[in-house]
């Protein structure tokens, strides 16, 4: 029962430690008596004591590396620091295991040296104005020179690109002259569209004004016409009204003398004769002639 004991203790010992479980997203690398054996992806493997050794344990997801600032020089001869983001993913574990020693250390030094070649090439405001040009320079050449490490470089940003004081500084002058200079001129843009605003506000006022004038005046007309025509409308009303009375000569005469009488007691500078005053005198003078005798 000892021994059974034993054996099972020295069965666990042994065969415990070498079930390997690979989750999805890892990968170990099996070298066997020191030389590479396989490549176990995810699942249940077992390792055959003291033949088998796990070389290494390869995560297979995207990695992202935040490097340090970098000292460049521009083509201009101007030094500032560059920090750079590299986003990669681990293709062939074995050739990221024999591949490369450090190979994180590798990219670092690689990225480094690929930038000061890039920013060499440019001058300040290019290295300002073309971080995509950057960028894109940057993904194919360190993906094509980490490809025989089993790494495949999927993105590189340019974080922060930081000059030297003494350009900041002229920077922010730049900027600020630059902020002025749109504010004066969206400041006369404004008075512009303001003077312009008034400018139609007085000329649709004058309109306005002369079109309300010019109402006023054919309604005042046409008022003026309209008595007019009532005027002459009971003018003729009354005429009519003495035919149908049948009205003698006389009376007609008599009316023509009441608005004789009328005329010249108006305000009239001109006085128009009618054509039969003769008539009219003649009336006149039978009339006088008819009191006489009543005396």
Do not use: C
């Not at 303001?194 to 506000?201: D, N």
């Amino acid at each position: 029962m000892e021994w059974f004991l034993i054996i099972l203790f020295l069965v666990g010992i042994l065969v415990i430690p070498n079930v390997k479980v690979v989750s999805q997203s890892k990968a170990y690398v099996i070298e066997r008596i020191g030389s590479y054996y396989a490549t176990w992806h995810h699942g249940l493997h077992f390792k055959i004591p003291f033949l088998y050794r796990v070389a290494g344990e390869i995560t297979l997801k995207e990695i992202v590396k935040d490097f340090a600032p970098q000292p460049v020089i521009t083509k201009d001869n101007v030094t500032m620091q560059i920090d750079t983001v590299v986003y990669f993913q681990i293709t062939d574990p074995k050739l990221y295991t024999y591949g490369v020693d450090h190979p994180i250390n590798a990219i670092e030094n690689l990225t480094a040296t690929t930038l000061r070649n890039i920013i060499g090439e440019l001058e300040l405001d290019q290295t300002l104005t073309s971080r995509d040009i950057i960028n894109s320079k940057m993904r194919s050449i360190l993906d094509e020179a980490t490809d025989p490490w089993g790494i495949k470089v999927n993105r590189v940003e340019v974080k922060n690109i930081i000059p030297p004081r003494d350009i900041q500084e002229a920077m922010e002058k730049q900027m600020r002259a630059e902020r002025e200079r749109r504010e004066k001129i969206l400041q006369a843009e404004g008075e512009k569209k303001s003077s312009i605003l008034i400018a139609e506000g007085e000329k649709e006022s004058s309109i306005l004004r002369a079109e309300a004038e010019m109402l006023s005046k054919i309604k005042k007309a046409e008022g003026e016409a309209e008595a007019i025509l009532k005027l002459r409308q009971a003018e003729a009303e009354g005429i009519r009204l003495l035919k149908e009375a049948k009205a003698d000569e006389s009376v007609l005469t008599l009316k023509g003398l009441e608005a004789l009488s009328n005329l010249a007691n108006g305000q009239s500078t001109k006085i128009i004769v009618p054509s039969n005053l003769q008539n009219i005198a003649t009336i006149g003078t039978t009339i006088s002639e008819m009191l006489k005798d009543k005396k």
